[in-house]
């Protein structure tokens, strides 16, 4: 039993605790603000983990045997990783990065706050958390009835055939393909209204 908070859904599985910890969205970033001059995706993970969105077919991301990971910024922290935009880098102002982070912020001025035993915020219903609609280990288009963003992340070590496969691409807003089986799994991210 919880010290502070527990919340329970109709299957009687605990959903909030003490412990609870979940990432709410932090910030949108466009393409133009994004990309760099040498059309790589720039992710910051000083802000947070991030999902990308894109809303041209057009635009394909490639990913390389490895994500590189920008150098140590001035306080020594690793600023992120870098994806490469193989097609479609005209169309920079399609592409979305939506970053998330760990909720422990006390904005708001009406809403529910709930803290754990040390004090931390585990719970604000004045932010937008993130919300999970699929985690995906094989290529293919998936499809939905909401606008999505990605988790497309990690270090790829396939040895791509010759057709050069290796691609992630949005039909549109509601969809994403992959054209070969991811070795991280993709994490599918609601973002309506954000």
Known sequence: MSNYI???NRSNIVTINDE???LSFVEKQNGNQAVNKMNFI????RIGVAAIAV????VLIERRDQCWVRPE?????????????????EKKSC???YYFNYANKTDGKIGVIAYNGRGEVIYNSNL????????VTKAGTYNYNKKIAVFYH?????????????????????????DLDPNVPVIVADIEGL
């Open 128 to 135: 937008k958390y993130l919300k999970i609609l699929q985690m």
């Open 95 to 97: 592409i979305n990065i």
């Open 73 to 89: 910024n001035g306080d020594g922290n690793l600023v992120g990783q870098i994806l490469h935009i193989k097609k479609g880098t």
């Open 6 to 8: 527990e919340i329970r």
């Open 42 to 45: 720039e992710i910051d993970s």
């Open 154 to 178: 990690g270090n790829w070590e396939y040895k791509w055939d010759a057709a050069g496969k290796g691609y992630l691409q949005f039909p549109n807003e509601y969809s994403f393909t992959l």
């Open 55 to 58: 809303s041209s077919p057009d």
């Open 20 to 22: 609870y910890k979940s």
